[in-house]
């Protein structure tokens, strides 16, 4: 496995209620990807839960293929079905600093940042239980919430994800086209109604990621990694004394810092400077030495700092 070839996947986690119908969300998404022309897997962590217990559910989707098959443990998005699972599991652990969190709810994207949170997040909401009961005459809100992972992410389209629900509701309710339709304009209206807000991050540190890679204690005894350019699989960040906090407000996207990284941490999209790679940054200071004084986007705070302030409860999120 190379590390290009891990970052063009997309992983998705669905947090939901047994019978809220994220087993069968996930499907239909992957579906439509598939019809889109992309790579994409789906599978759901549970068995045959009892009704209202908490349940996960996963999506993979690339354009290229890949042969992972493990659950997802760090996403690019999640979605939360049940709105009140925000209060009582952990649905962000893990989500990458800047991933989506689309949930089903009232709250204007906003609040709900705020309400729970969310700060270092991109954050969509849609009323999805009100337009399915509405439209389907139950509350099954996966369908609406498809539309919306749609509209803010692209990585699906809309036509896929109809035209599938077509192909699969057809020969259930071959006599009752009403219903097809009604999951139809569930799809459209979650799409259309659906609200988002970007994340306020300004560099804060990523304290929700729980890593699965290997930590650098770990590696080979007498420290040699025999295969060439391994070290991606270890986590060699935990290392890190000081860690670059970016701010993205005074990024004048020069590039130098990505430049100068010995350890390729800077991480750019469409070739520009989105954040750090936590995960393999081990705190030299280049980065913030080489900032034009002027933007000044980037500086170094002591790791022992920022795990004070995280324990005291005393940090700001999302400021
Ligand atoms: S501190 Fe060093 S390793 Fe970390 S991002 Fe900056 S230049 Fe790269
Ligand atoms: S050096 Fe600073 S201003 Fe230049 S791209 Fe990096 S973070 Fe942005």
Redesign the pocket.
């Known amino acids: 496995m190379n590390l290009t070839e891990e970052r063009v996947i997309t992983e998705i986690r669905w947090h939901a209620r047994a019978g809220q119908g994220a087993k069968t969300a996930a499907h239909i998404l992957a579906q439509a990807a598939l019809r889109d022309g992309k790579y994409a897997q789906s599978f759901p962590e549970f068995g045959p839960e009892r009704r209202g217990a908490p349940v996960q559910a996963f999506n993979r989707i690339s354009d290229q293929p890949f042969y992972m098959h493990s659950g997802v443990t760090t996403p690019d998005v999640v979605l939360i079905v049940d709105p009140r699972l925000m209060d009582t599991i952990p649905v962000t652990d893990g989500l990458k600093t800047g991933g989506w969190v689309i949930i089903n709810t009232p709250l204007p994207p906003q609040e709900a940042q705020q309400r729970w949170e969310l700060g270092l997040y991109k954050v969509a909401t849609v009323d999805a239980s009100t337009i399915a009961r509405e439209t389907l005459k139950q509350d099954i809100p996966n369908v609406p919430l498809l539309g919306a992972f749609a509209r803010v992410t692209g990585l699906v389209t809309l036509e896929s994800l109809q035209a599938d629900t077509i192909q699969r509701l057809q020969k259930r309710f071959r006599d009752r086209p009403q219903v097809i339709e009604a999951n139809l304009k569930a799809l459209e209206r979650g799409y259309q109604e659906v609200q988002w807000v970007e994340a306020r991050t300004t560099g804060l540190p990523e304290t929700h990621v729980v890593s699965s890679l290997r930590r650098w204690e770990e590696l080979p005894v007498g420290g040699i990694i025999p295969e060439p350019a391994t070290s991606v699989v270890y986590r060699t960040g935990s290392w ?1 004394l ?1 860690r ?1 906090i970016f701010d993205p407000q005074k990024c004048v996207q020069c590039l130098m ?1 990505w430049l ?4 390729s ?2 991480l750019l999209e469409n070739g520009k400077v989105v954040g ?1 790679d936590y995960e ?9 030495l080489q900032c034009p004084p002027k933007a000044k986007a ?1 500086s ?1 705070v002591l790791e022992a700092e920022l795990e004070s302030i995280s324990a005291s409860g005393t940090q700001s999120k999302g400021a």
């Open positions: 890190r000081e670059p810092c100068m990284c010995p350890d941490a800077i750090i393999h940054c081990k705190g030299c200071g280049l980065c913030s980037l170094m």
